[in-house]
Every structure is written in structure tokens, then in C-alpha cells.
């Protein structure tokens, strides 16, 4: 089992920029991807920004430019540095730790963190 703990979340204005961090621990070894999702209400978690493998990043249109995900692997935690913040970025933020091997089932193993604000607004 892995576990997922978010932190950083919160109400900033437009323009601002906030910090989200995502530590993982447990029994890790099967993972090699780290990112963040975020769920519009009522569908389906859309990629933010991931790693995958060793450190091929992956960014949503909306946010290239904006954020910058990053990673300290001594800590197992993985950074999403997001600036120039926009109202339509207010959503619930999930950290998302999986796995995403050549030949193998993508998200074979699949681990979520609780979620966490952000909320942009004047």
C-alpha cells in the first residue's frame, strides 16, 4: 500500500500562486509515476501534471507555462508549483501515485491522496 499526503491548497487571488506538495510512503517500489488530477464537478479527474518514468513530464494545455511540477526523490514527495492562477483553476487538486511500465497494465497499481482546495477568487 502506498500512501498519499497532499498539503498547500487554499484561496489566493488571480494572479496569485500557491505551492501543493504530495508525500508518499508505504510500500512504493511498484510506482514510478507521481502527479496531480483534478475534478471538474461531477466528471471524470483530468490530468494537471505528471511524471512518468524516470522524468518525462506531462502538462495539461490549460496550465503549460503556469505551473511546474518537480520532485525531490530523497522525500518520495512531488511539488506542483502553480502561478498565474486563474478563477477556472478552482477545483479539488488529487495527488496520484501509479504505475505506467511498457508491457505492463497501465495503472496496474493506482494510488489517490484525499484531495485538496484551491480556490481562486477576488
Known amino acids: 500500500q502506498v500512501q498519499l499526503v497532499e498539503s498547500g491548497g487554499g484561496l489566493v487571488q488571480p494572479g496569485g500562486s500557491l505551492t501543493l506538495s504530495c508525500a508518499a510512503s508505504g510500500t512504493i517500489s511498484g510506482i514510478n509515476a507521481m502527479g496531480w488530477f483534478r475534478q471538474v464537478l461531477g466528471n471524470e479527474r483530468e490530468l494537471v501534471a505528471t511524471?512518468?518514468?524516470?522524468?518525462?513530464?506531462n502538462y495539461a494545455d490549460s496550465v503549460k507555462g503556469r505551473f511546474t511540477i518537480s520532485k525531490d526523490n530523497a522525500k518520495n514527495t512531488v511539488y506542483l508549483q502553480m502561478n498565474s492562477l486563474k478563477p477556472e483553476d478552482t477545483d479539488v487538486y488529487y495527488c496520484?501515485?501509479?504505475?505506467?511500465?511498457?508491457?505492463?497494465?497501465?495503472?496496474?497499481?493506482?494510488?489517490w491522496g484525499q484531495g485538496t482546495q484551491v480556490t481562486v477568487s477576488s
Open positions: 511524471f512518468t518514468n524516470i522524468a518525462t513530464t
Open positions: 496520484r501515485a501509479y504505475s505506467d511500465y511498457v508491457g505492463r497494465p497501465l495503472y496496474e497499481y493506482d494510488y
